[in-house]
Each structure stands twice: as structure tokens, then as C-alpha cells.
């Protein structure tokens, strides 16, 4: 062995190949591998003696859905050089505001696209979430049932919708694992865009250390049971995306006393009704949905 | 008569630092361009790495040592250090792959202190002396 190594270059060879191996295995194993932690049991998460498929809407078009739960209507504006799709969305129960995980399965690099899981679901209406499966920590609580109990490594804030519906952001160091119990709904990516119906956002703050406009996705509440999805393209020649302050502003105009800021980039995507309404996009050059971890959605 | 081979070869690992260099910058450069406007420190400061630590390092080696035919204990430390340095280089380089894409992981960080522990030692290495073994027997 010593004799073999002494040979010019083998060391660095047998050590570049070390490497690479090492750094190719980080790579899947960060990025693709799937770790699949606990399978979704729908036991947990009807909303008492609800239908589990979508009721017969009256009114239903390619703009607006109704019945006796859940009304949607569905529009479109430009800001800032970008379409923003608005589905504003009253429902008679807190129960209606759902989430799903990709292939019913909560666990790291598990994705699907949003259409897909929106379909598994029945959804109404859907968004891409939170990309919990990026992450190793950061609360999530989905449809009553507690899946991470463990703060985010770097200070975040939290969406939590309690059982009736009322959006709540602030801080996860404000808050302790015992007081996930009472939430219907937590989610975690931040920043708030909008708290007590003025603009917390900066005019220069960012999502990680991301510089541009971007495709964005938001959620927010008017008023008890009554709420905004706002899905914003971005990336392309028609749209070039919104920053957190345009998207705050956006939110505010609507209404919303409180907005949050999902996962955006090429994750932004609105499905309604079984068809993508939007123009997701990663690189600008191709529309295309990327897979996401989990959707926020409307249905039964 | 041994000083020509010794430089030529001090010159080979120090142009070695200097491409190692120019790739991590160009790499770099092109995998921060396509993020969007996300950019990463610690991709960003990986091509100083084999810079600063390798061939700096090795220009003030040939200078201090000049003529003097490096020992095997010497060049199996510079293979350490080289191996360090690229570990380090890998690291950074992968904390910045994750960092723009928004992930957590943790596997920089082994490449990292793995990295650094044998570029310490390698580095330690080459310049301390090695201990010289006792002179068995003689008798007073």
C-alpha cells in the first residue's frame, strides 16, 4: 500500500476519487434520495361529518366556484410588470382550509408537482406551500396533526391558522412546541408581508439572500373566514416578478389584514379546478410546474 | 543537479493551486449566474482556498528551502495539505450549492473540519521539523 501510494500522483488520484464520490453522495442525498417519515392517514384530518369529495358547485366556471361551504372567485391583475393571479376565497368552516403533503407522505425530497397532489386531494383551489421538505426543522402542523415539533435553525416566522380559521404570524422563537396543539394549519417560510393591515416588510428585505423580482406566492385574511391566494408569475419576457415589498403592497390593496409569504421561484403555481393557472417557471425559458412538498388547497 | 527537478516540480504543484484556482472562479461564476440573483460567501471565497492555502504557502516553502531536496516525510505532508485544501475547496463549494438552492444539510460542514484538520497537519508538517530519531548505541 505505501509502495502504491508513493507512485507519482496516485495519492491525489485515490483522493479525487474519494471526493467525488463523497460530494456526488452529499449531492443525492440532499437533493433526490427520498426519506419517506410517516404516511398521511386520513382518519385524522376530516372535518367531522364532512363530505370527503367536493360538493356539486352551483355557478361554477373557469373564474369563480360556489356552494353551500366554500365560494371562490378568481381574477387577474398586473402589477409591476407582472400578472398576478388573486383567488379570493370565503368558506363556512376553518376546516375547508387544508394542506396535503406530495404522495400523502411526509418525509425529505418527497415532491410532486402541485396539480398532481391538488388532484390526489379533489382540490378546489390549491398553491404550492411551504417546501417544508427542504428543510430539516421548522414547525409544521398540518390539517390538526403535529409533524415537526422543532424551531427552524434560523429565526423564522410562522404562519399559524388556529381551528377557526384566524391567521396568527410571528416569530418561532415566540413560541413553544406545546402551543402547536391548538393550530389547524402552521407553516413556516415567512417573511410576514402584512400584520394588523400595514407593511412589515422592507423595501430591500429578501427570502434567503435572493436579490430579483421573483414568481411569489401568498396567502392572507381579509376577515374571519374570508382569505386571499395570490400567485404572481415572474422570470419571463410578460412577467418579471414581484419583490417581497410589490407583493406586500399587492396583498394590501386586497385587503388583507394579515399576508404571508409562501415558497416562490419556480414553485409558484394556482391550480384551480383540476387546471394550472398560471405560468410557473423555473429558468424563464420554459413553463413548467416544478415538484413541491406539500400545496395549501380548499376542498373537502 | 537536484535543484532543476526540485523547482520544476515546486512549479508544478504551485500552476496545480493556480488551475485548481481558475476552475473553482469559473465554476463558481457560471453556477451563481444561473441563481436567479441568489449568489453564496462561501462559494464565492472557495478558489481563494487553494490560493491562499496551496500555493502561497508553497511559494514561501521553495523560497525558504531553496535547492534543498524535500524529504518524503516532506512531500507526504504536502499531499495531506493538498488533500485538505480540496476537501475544504468541495466544501465550501457544496455549502454554496445547497445555500442557493434553500436547503438545509449537513454535509459541508465533515468536508469542512475534515478538511481543515488534514490541511493543519499537512501545513504543521511542513514546517516543523521532524523529530530526528536518537542515535542508537554509543557508548560514553
Known amino acids: 500500500m505505501k509502495r502504491f501510494m508513493q507512485q507519482p500522483y496516485r495519492f491525489g488520484l485515490c483522493w479525487t476519487a474519494i471526493l467525488v464520490l463523497c460530494f456526488g453522495f452529499a449531492l443525492l442525498d440532499t437533493f433526490v434520495i427520498p426519506h419517506a417519515k410517516r404516511l398521511v392517514t386520513t382518519e385524522n384530518e376530516t372535518a367531522g361529518d364532512a363530505a370527503q369529495t367536493a360538493q356539486p358547485g352551483e355557478n361554477n366556471n373557469e373564474t369563480g366556484y360556489q356552494d353551500d361551504n366554500i365560494e371562490i372567485a378568481i381574477q387577474t391583475l398586473r402589477a409591476y410588470g407582472t400578472t398576478c393571479y388573486i383567488a379570493e376565497v370565503k368558506v363556512s368552516d376553518a376546516a375547508y382550509l387544508r394542506t396535503a403533503f406530495a404522495q400523502n407522505t411526509y418525509g425529505r425530497n418527497i415532491k410532486e408537482t402541485t396539480s398532481e397532489i391538488a388532484l390526489a386531494q379533489n382540490a378546489i383551489l390549491a398553491i404550492n406551500g411551504d417546501y417544508y421538505g427542504a428543510r430539516r426543522s421548522g414547525y409544521v402542523v398540518r390539517n390538526g396533526e403535529i409533524y415537526r415539533e422543532q424551531k427552524a435553525s434560523n429565526e423564522t416566522d410562522v404562519l399559524l391558522i388556529d381551528r377557526e380559521g384566524t391567521f396568527q404570524a410571528l416569530s418561532d422563537r415566540l413560541i413553544d412546541a406545546s402551543d402547536l396543539s391548538a393550530q389547524w394549519q402552521v407553516l413556516s417560510f415567512g417573511p410576514v408581508l402584512i400584520q394588523y393591515g400595514q407593511i412589515s416588510v422592507g423595501e430591500d428585505d429578501e427570502v434567503g439572500q435572493a436579490m430579483v423580482s421573483n414568481p411569489r406566492t401568498a396567502i392572507g385574511q381579509i376577515s374571519q373566514l374570508h382569505y386571499i391566494f395570490l400567485v404572481s408569475d415572474g422570470r419571463t419576457d410578460e412577467s418579471t416578478g414581484l419583490s417581497l415589498y410589490q407583493l406586500a403592497e399587492v396583498m394590501g390593496k386586497l385587503g388583507c389584514q394579515i399576508a404571508y409569504n409562501l415558497d416562490g421561484g419556480g414553485s409558484s403555481t394556482m391550480v384551480f379546478q383540476g387546471e394550472v393557472i398560471n405560468q410557473p417557471t423555473t429558468n424563464g425559458n420554459r413553463i413548467s410546474e416544478r415538484a413541491v412538498s406539500d400545496i395549501v388547497y380548499i376542498g373537502y | ?140
Open chain 2, 1 to 140: 543537479m537536484y535543484t532543476s527537478g526540485i523547482e520544476t516540480q515546486m512549479r508544478r504543484r504551485i500552476l496545480t493551486c493556480l488551475v485548481a484556482s481558475a476552475l473553482l472562479l469559473i465554476a463558481s461564476d457560471i453556477y451563481q449566474y444561473f441563481g436567479h440573483g441568489v449568489t453564496s460567501r462561501m462559494m464565492s471565497l472557495s478558489p481563494l482556498v487553494p490560493l491562499f492555502g496551496g500555493m502561497l504557502q508553497l511559494m514561501v516553502y521553495e523560497c525558504t528551502h531553496r535547492g534543498a531536496k524535500p524529504t518524503a516525510y516532506a512531500l507526504w505532508m504536502q499531499n495531506i495539505l493538498f488533500a485538505g485544501l480540496s476537501a475544504i475547496a468541495a466544501g465550501m463549494f457544496l455549502w454554496g450549492i445547497v445555500e442557493i438552492a434553500g436547503v438545509d444539510s449537513h454535509y459541508p460542514m465533515p468536508f469542512l473540519i475534515v478538511g481543515g484538520l488534514m490541511a493543519a497537519c499537512g501545513s504543521m508538517g511542513i514546517w516543523l521539523p521532524m523529530p530526528k530519531r536518537s542515535e542508537k548505541g554509543g557508548n560514553t
